[in-house]
């Protein structure tokens, strides 16, 4: 064997284990990281983490991935924080995961964070509905755990408004009260002009196809529907609205699909949970003119081009 032909094989064994390492750990770069100059901001989506849940190693992972994204602004967590009953030992063990995250965290509240009785025996995964005063105990247990002044909030980005709305209602799974139906109308009378994305656990009710039993009911939209319609149709800076509560998984049909369009105006970007097999992320490039979505695969350490979107502002 010559030696040209021994120094070709060992670069090429080179260029392969360091693409497996890449794929290993799950390090491969934020695709817009290396751009220079781009006036960009990225988000991560964390569908339904339910803490400390299944494969919690796994869930580690992906937050030292994300923590390798240079360009990363905030990370967004879409409800369902807590695994069953958002008893006190879920939310030391949300506390304790999310401790190791190196970007700014912005979570909102699913029904597994206030919605359930905590049983009396630790071993059960019964879900009994709990009292108001319990869910209100509850809910406060999460803006404490994350210091924040309220559960619902918003936050401006590079010319949009983020509107982050939790879980809420005193009956629905996905719905909000009417204290935060309000705040919200309020938010965005004051913001016409803005460009507007909406956090919600729930997605809007006809953005997936029916593709299990419970998807499109009542406890598995966002709630009130006339309601929220009402004030999506009124407010057209709102072209964006984030969810998870579905679990919905980039092997589903409709997961980016022209069935995730409300109305004709409001695309929602669905989530799957990062509880059990598979962790996909979605992330958020907010640009002056246009949001790009992509995906990525955290077992395989690869962006998946297949589901990237581009979507245009409304012109307000």
């Keep these: 064997m010559n030696r040209s032909y021994r120094r070709t094989s060992l670069q090429s064994f080179i260029v392969a284990a360091l693409a497996l390492i890449v794929v290993l750990c799950g390090c491969a770069k934020s695709p817009l990281e290396t751009e220079v100059g781009t006036s960009q901001h990225h988000l991560v989506v964390l569908g ?9 190693e796994n869930k580690k992972q992906v937050l030292q991935t994300i923590n ?5 602004e905030m990370v967004i967590a879409v409800g369902d924080i807590c695994e069953y009953f958002g008893t006190d030992s879920e939310y030391r063990a949300a506390k304790d995961f999310f401790s190791t995250l190196h970007k700014p965290l912005y979570p909102i509240a699913g029904n597994h964070d206030y919605i359930y009785e905590s049983p009396a ?12 005063t319990s869910r209100q105990t509850k809910l406060r247990q999460f803006q404490n755990t994350f210091g924040l002044a309220k559960h619902f909030y918003s936050k401006n980005v ?45 997605p809007l009710k006809g953005t997936l196809h029916d593709y299990r039993s419970f998807v499109n009911t009542p ?3 966002a709630q009130p529907v006339e309601t929220l319609h009402e004030i999506l149709m009124n407010n057209p800076q709102v072209f964006l609205w984030v969810s998870g509560h579905t679990h919905t998984s980039p092997l589903e049909e409709s997961y980016a699909s022209p069935v995730n369009v409300y109305a004709g105006r409001v ?17 958020l490039f907010l640009y002056p003119d246009r949001v790009v979505v992509k995906t990525f695969n955290h077992q395989e350490g690869r962006w998946l081009p297949q589901f990237d979107r ?7």
């Design 48 to 56: 339904d983490p339910h803490l400390p849940g299944r494969d919690l």
């Design 68 to 72: 390798s994204w240079k360009d990363v």
């Design 121 to 132: 025996d630790p071993d059960s995964n019964k879900l009994s509905m709990n009292s108001q």
């Design 158 to 202: 590079g010319g949009y408004l983020l509107v982050f709305l939790s879980a809420d209602h005193e009956s629905f799974l996905s719905g909000m009260s009417e204290e935060e139906i309000t705040w919200l109308r309020t938010e965005l009378a004051k913001n016409p002009q803005k460009p507007t994305i909406i956090i919600f656990h729930g």
């Design 219 to 221: 406890n598995y939209i």
């Design 267 to 283: 695309t929602n970007i669905h989530n799957k949970d990062i509880n059990r097999g598979t962790i996909w992320t979605n992330s």
């Design 310 to 316: 581009t979507l245009m502002l409304p012109k307000l």
